[in-house]
C-alpha cells in the first residue's frame, strides 16, 4: 500500500505503544490503513504466539490487535469526520474505554490475519468501532471497542 | 507462595501458550493461586508494555492477563467443583470464549499489578469468572472471561 499508517501520523511521544507504536522495538508494530469505509491491517504472528493449543494463537493476541486498530481507527474516523488531514494534524488520540471480543473459532498462526474495523457510532468525544479478525478468509474472532478522545 | 500455580500443572502439550504456559520463553508466564474464594496472581510489567501514553501499561497486556488468569481460574475451579486433585489429575483445559474488559484508571507500568478473580458462575461446561485488575490497591480495570471447558 502507498497509504501512511494512521499510526505513522502519531507523534514521537505517543509512538511508545507496545501494540502499535512505531518506535516501540519489542512491541508488535502493527499498521492499519483506509480500506474504503472500512479500516484494515494486516498482521503475521510470530510463532512464539501460540495459545494453550499448538499451531493456535493464543487470545491475549488477538485481544491487543483488536484494541490497537480499533483505537487506531476510532483516531483516523475522528479527524476524517472533522475534516482534520492527518499530513497536515497529526490524528486526535484516543485511549480505549471497553474492549469486547468474541472467539468464534481458533485462530491459526501460520497464517497472516487480517482485521477490519468499521465505526458504529461517533458521538461527542466516544467512538464505537466493531472489529473482525480473519484468517483465511474465515472470521475467527469478532470485537468491539469503545475508545474515548483524550484532551489536546 | 509454597502453593503450585494452576499453570504448573498443565501437561507439557499445552503448556504453551504466550500468556501463562511455563514452557514458552518467550511469554509472559503468569503464575495463577487460589487466595480463599479468589484466584490470584501477580505481574510485573516489563519497561517495553508501554501504551500510548509513556509510563502506563498497553491495554493488550492488561487484556491477556486478565484472559488468562480467567481461564485458569476456570479451570483450577471446575477442578476443585468437581472434588478432582489436581496433584493426581491435571486440570481441566478451558478455552476463552468471550472476554470483556472496563479499562476504568490508567495503570501505572512501574508497579506490581494484582490480578483477582471470582467465579461467578458454573454452568455445564461454561464459567465465567469476574477479574480485577490493581496497582497499589487501586482498580485500574474490570474484566469478565467466559470460559468452556474442552473436551477431553
Known amino acids: 500500500m502507498t497509504q501512511k ?9 505517543f509512538a511508545t505503544c507496545y501494540g502499535c507504536g512505531r518506535l516501540n522495538q519489542h512491541g508488535l508494530q502493527i499498521k ?9 491491517c494486516h498482521f503475521k504472528p ?3 504466539h501460540t495459545g494453550g493449543f499448538p499451531g493456535y494463537v493464543y487470545g491475549g493476541l488477538i485481544a491487543s490487535l483488536i484494541d490497537c486498530h480499533g483505537a487506531g481507527t476510532a483516531s483516523a474516523a475522528k479527524s476524517r469526520h472533522d475534516g482534520r488531514d492527518m499530513e497536515t494534524h497529526p490524528p486526535y488520540r484516543f485511549v ?5 471480543v468474541d472467539y468464534v473459532a481458533p485462530t491459526p498462526i501460520d497464517e497472516i490475519l487480517e482485521i477490519r474495523g468499521s465505526v458504529k457510532e461517533i458521538k461527542g468525544r466516544k467512538i464505537i468501532v466493531a472489529v473482525t479478525l480473519s484468517a ?5 474472532a469478532k470485537g468491539e471497542v ?6 489536546e
Not at 483465511?136 to 475467527?140: A, I, S
Open 146 to 151: 469503545i475508545a474515548v478522545q483524550m484532551p
Open 32 to 40: 492499519s490503513y483506509w480500506d474504503g469505509e472500512e479500516s484494515i
Open 5 to 13: 499508517a494512521f499510526q505513522d501520523y502519531y507523534p514521537d511521544e
Open 136 to 140: 483465511n478468509g474465515n472470521v475467527c
Open 96 to 100: 480505549t474505554a471497553a474492549l469486547h
Open 46 to 48: 510470530r510463532p512464539y
